[in-house]
């Protein structure tokens, strides 16, 4: 993960070109946690999302983009009565989907910019890795087909972004709804 935000953080200042022309296309890398201010690499307590998209510019400057993306998270099991039992879970996702943007402030050479992006997707979300008992446990809830919405606030400095996204899992039998606070870069194409 540390190497993925470093390579972002790098190719940003690669990306001082025109950007954000009717037309352009480009290309969106993010990273970021899922449910966590950080995102997690330790052995056993992984959080961290990720997603790639390819998008390109209306003609009244907003972008739009699918994306690609995974999502992956520890969570604690617990019993009948509510009790954690001591051991972590692993709950992943694999979404594919369409993000629209709508910018709220931008300079007059589109080098800052505030946006909303609203996003729809439709994936798959594994609990315990699809398996349905975890020692003498048996879970009660299942891996299931994701299908949600999402509304968020982002910030682009040249092709630079931080963002925060909050995801509504329609279908999920996990959890209802997900924090996703990311950074990323946008790499534009010539025209």
Do not use: C, W
């Amino acid at each position: 993960m540390r190497i993925i935000l470093f390579f972002i953080l790098l190719l940003s200042g690669l990306a001082h070109g025109q950007t954000h022309l009717r037309g352009q296309r480009y290309i969106q890398l993010e990273a970021g946690a899922y449910d966590e201010v950080l995102p997690s690499l330790q052995k056993g307590e992984m959080n961290y999302q990720f997603r790639v998209g390819l998008g390109s510019y209306s003609k009244q400057l907003r972008g739009g983009m699918f994306f690609v993306g995974y999502a992956t998270k520890s969570t604690p099991l617990v019993d009948d009565e509510g009790n954690q039992i001591g051991v972590l879970i692993p709950v992943n996702q694999y979404t594919v989907g369409y993000q629209h943007e709508l910018n709220l402030i931008e300079n007059a050479t589109k080098t800052f910019l505030v946006k909303l992006p609203f996003s729809g997707f439709l994936g798959y979300e594994s609990l315990n890795n699809n398996k349905l008992k975890y020692g003498s446990y048996t879970l009660q809830k299942r891996s299931d087909i994701l299908l949600g919405l999402a509304a968020g606030l982002e910030v682009e400095i040249h092709s630079f972004f931080i963002g925060y996204r909050q995801a509504y899992h329609l279908t999920s039998n996990y959890q209802k709804f997900g924090s996703y606070p990311y950074v990323g870069l946008k790499i534009h194409f010539f025209q």
